[in-house]
């Protein structure tokens, strides 16, 4: 049973899709070593994830890749000289495939930010080492193939 409705479906599986968002409000004060904060802050960050997914003996939906794209507001902790909070804007692309995500951000949107010279970029690789394990041990319990026999 997927996870999400099927959106597609071809000779190598079906396509689903799964919709998130994440949202954070903040609190802060100036003190020593931050100096013009802005007091309340917000971050929301929508994201829309495209892949496969498959269920594993114990009921837990893990995907064998995934794409995902996502979008970032922040209404900016620091201010500037006028008191004005510094928005931040910025996109993040993701790449899944079994226990490996590629993740990279940056906050080029058109020039909507004008707080730097240039956009800054990162980017991210992870590994699940507790999927990674259970590969490993799925693999070892499984009896090997019989080498053939010489006659």
């Given at each position: 049973?997927?996870?999400?409705?099927?959106?597609?479906?071809?000779?190598?599986?079906?396509?689903?899709?799964?919709?998130?968002?994440?949202?954070?409000?903040?609190?802060?004060?100036?003190?020593?070593?931050?100096?013009?904060?802005?007091?309340?802050?917000?971050?929301?960050?929508?994201?829309?994830?495209?892949?496969?997914?498959?269920?594993?003996?114990?009921?837990?939906?893990?995907?064998?890749?995934?794409?995902?794209?996502?979008?970032?507001?922040?209404?900016?902790?620091?201010?500037?000289?006028?008191?004005?909070?510094?928005?931040?804007?910025?996109?993040?692309i993701a790449r899944s495939f079994g226990p490996v995500?590629?993740?990279?951000?940056?906050?080029?949107?058109?020039?909507?930010?004008?707080?730097?010279?240039?956009?800054?970029?990162?980017?991210?690789?992870?590994?699940?080492?507790?999927?990674?394990?259970?590969?490993?041990?799925?693999?070892?319990?499984?009896?090997?193939?019989?080498?053939?026999s010489s006659s």
């Amino acid at each position: 049973m997927p996870i999400t409705p099927t959106i597609y479906s071809w000779s190598c599986g079906n396509l689903s899709m799964r919709a998130s968002a994440v949202g954070q409000i903040s609190y802060q004060d100036n003190g020593a070593v931050l100096h013009s904060v802005r007091s309340t802050t917000g971050l929301m960050q929508p994201s829309i994830v495209f892949g496969q997914y498959r269920t594993t003996e114990t009921g837990k939906p893990i995907p064998p890749w995934e794409i995902e794209f996502a979008l970032m507001w922040d209404s900016g902790i620091f201010v500037n000289v006028e008191g004005v909070s510094q928005k931040q804007f910025a996109w993040s692309i993701a790449r899944s495939f079994g226990p490996v995500r590629f993740e990279t951000w940056n906050d080029s949107m058109a020039n909507i930010v004008e707080r730097d010279y240039g956009p800054t970029y990162g980017a991210t690789i992870a590994l699940d080492v507790l999927r990674v394990w259970n590969i490993i041990q799925c693999r070892r319990s499984k009896p090997a193939t019989d080498s053939p026999s010489s006659s």
